[in-house]
């Protein structure tokens, strides 16, 4: 069973960036579709950005252009760098593996926007 482990979380003031990591444990990361999701008080979680094992990306509509995701198979680890922060960019972010129909949380790390 794999792990997950995100860092990189912290309070930033509008306009600044942060960038989250998440790093896996065992040998077939390369192998796993890759997301980070996001929950905010009182609202249900979302997906964020999403990488793919052949590296394709995918991004809601409000972090396009502000935020990247990314992943290294060397270092078993996947990216999100966050540009541009706003308030509403506020939330617990999690990293998500999925490989067939296996899925795999981490722990999640707190995202504070504020000034």
């Known amino acids: 069973q794999v792990q997950f482990v995100e860092s990189g979380g912290g309070l930033v003031q509008p306009g600044g960036s942060l960038r989250l990591s998440c790093v896996a444990s065992?040998?077939?990361?390369?192998?796993?579709?890759m997301g980070w999701y996001r929950q905010a008080p009182g609202k249900q979680r979302e997906l964020v950005a999403s990488i793919t094992s052949s590296g394709s990306t995918n991004y809601i509509e409000s972090v396009k252009g502000r935020f990247t995701i990314s992943r290294d198979n060397a270092k078993n680890t996947v990216y999100l760098q966050m540009d541009s922060l706003k308030a509403e960019d506020t939330a617990v972010y999690y990293c998500n593996g999925q490989r067939g129909t296996f899925g795999y949380w981490g722990q999640g790390t707190q995202v504070t926007v504020s000034s």
């Open positions: 065992g040998s077939l990361f390369s192998f796993y579709n």
